[in-house]
């Protein structure tokens, strides 16, 4: 992977994040009742994960303007998740998840010294939302809830 490429995947991570916030924020709007916190936390991890990805970016010249497009694609997703049963939402949701984890994790990879740490915490990231979605689509919520809280919970430093 050449300089271009690895910009191009870290400029990603961020814009990923814009993405997940215009999908949580939507769903959070239509999803059952029940499900509202857990669909609230993943909206605080995917706004808590781009605000720590900013000094990152910023130190690699990468503009921290978001892209309006990757918010609207998850908005989007979002519309079609909302005319499915739940359990076929959280199964969509965890495939969605999947292709993100694999490219960060190719991203992490190859990441020098210094940017591991911020590769590596969105991987992990993107493993969390997985499994929220797969222990939602197996009917545990209460799991579900625990796995986003402990990245919330967790005090992270680049270092």
């Known amino acids: 992977m050449d300089k271009e490429q690895y910009l191009a995947g870290v400029t990603e991570l961020y814009q990923g994040e814009v993405e997940g916030e215009g999908l949580f924020s939507t769903l959070l709007g239509t999803c059952p009742a029940e499900q509202a916190y857990g669909v609230a936390l993943l909206l605080q991890l995917e706004s808590e994960a781009k605000a720590r990805l900013r000094p990152f970016l910023w130190r690699l010249g990468i503009s921290l303007v978001e892209n ?42 190859v990441a020098p010294k210094e940017d591991k740490s911020y590769v590596s915490f969105m991987v992990a990231h993107e493993i969390t939302v997985i499994r929220y979605a797969e222990l939602q689509a197996a009917g545990n919520t209460k799991a579900a809830i625990e796995e986003v809280l402990k990245p919330l919970e967790r005090r992270w430093s680049p270092q």
């Open 68 to 109: 309006e497009t990757m918010r609207a694609a998850g908005i989007e997703f979002a519309n079609k998740l909302k005319a499915m049963s739940w359990r076929d939402a959280m199964l969509e949701l965890a495939e969605l998840a999947k292709p993100f984890r694999d490219r960060y994790r190719a991203l992490e990879v």
